[in-house]
Each structure stands twice: as structure tokens, then as C-alpha cells.
């Protein structure tokens, strides 16, 4: 049996492939972890404090493994509610991920909400596909007074140019957001009885607001 990375190549990726349109970043540990502990430094410059700095987006396309690959995953008992388990074919730039790197999935969408308050920290920390509604209270009857949408910046920084809520006051904002993971685990497997063919790589994604935990 000689297995065809070609073959592999065309099922999970291009026009008619079973694969999914992602972009990704390729991490860097931050200069700022300990170099005892590996820790990162709170409130780095650099970091955030997550320990790690991530490049520009790379635009790529990868395959998803189906429930089976799941279930197996589950078996390590590591597993997180949201991890999913990616198969990236070899001729896509997602096929040199490491440990880390983020991943955003350009064609799913899934809905958020979030209150925020105005004017210390307008911004969402996840890629955002759309804002549809934006509203608070009224601090003196209580009731419900709709804004605008603002537009949202590529770091998740919220403007408006009318319809913007109060200085100072708590608003609700919706809409539907990109879907982020980063790379947990990558699930190696030895191609050298297919002569180190570069067969598609099986690697373990988590949902990137659970980076750190």
C-alpha cells in the first residue's frame, strides 16, 4: 500500500475539498518569561502576560477530523469541552504549526454577548465577524435605550460616530464572532513506513480564550 499525499491533498483543501479557509499566527515566546519558572511577566508590554507573542495572519486551509479522531482524544483524558482535532493536509501553510500558534476559522461564525463599560475597555478580544446590537439603561427609569453598532477595529477596538453609549455606563453588545483556537497538542505519527511521505498531520485544537489555563 503506498498512500498518495496528493490525493489527501485535493480531498482536504481547493475548490470541492472537505477543507475550511483558516488564518494563522505563528507564536514566539515572549522574552519576558522567567527563566526559572517560564512564567510570563503581568502587565509585559509585550505579551499581555499570556508568554507569548503571536506573527501576522497567514491565510491557510485545513481539514477537520470527525467524531471518531474526537472520541479518541477524549481517551487521554485531557480533553476540554470545544477541542477539536484538525487534519492539515500537506500543502497548506497550517501544515508547519507548532505548539501554540493561533488558528481563526474564516468561514464558521457563532453567536456572543458581552457588557462592557463605556470608556474603559471598549474592545472584544476575539475576531468579529459582525455587531449586530448595542444597548443599555437608562440610569434614571431603568428602561432599555438602543444605540448604534460601532465598527470594530482589527484589535477588537470598538468606535462609533453617533449612537455610542455614556461615558461611564455598563452596555450589552452582541453579535457573532470567528471562532479562534490555538494549537494544543500535535498527535505525531511515524511516516517512516511510508518513507517519510508528508502525509496530513493530526493536531489538537483549543478554544484560545482557554490559553493559559
Known sequence: MKLNPGAFNR?????????QAVT???ASLCPCRNAYSGAAEQGCPLCAGKGSLWAV???AWTGLAGMRATREWQAFGEFKGGDVVFT???DSPLYAAGETDRVVMTQSSEAFDQVLT?????QLRFPVQEVTECFWRDPTTKARVDG?????A??????WTSGAPPAGTQYSISGRR???YYVFRDLVQDRAHHFGRALPRKVVMRRFELFGD
Open 24 to 26: 494563522w499566527r505563528r
Open 11 to 19: 480531498l482536504l483543501g481547493g475548490a470541492g475539498g472537505l477543507g
Open 178 to 180: 470567528r471562532p479562534e
Open 57 to 59: 495572519p497567514i491565510p
Open 88 to 90: 492539515i493536509p500537506s
Open 148 to 152: 448604534a453598532a460601532p465598527k470594530v
Open 154 to 159: 482589527a484589535d477588537g477596538t470598538l468606535t
Open 118 to 122: 463605556r470608556g474603559a475597555g471598549d
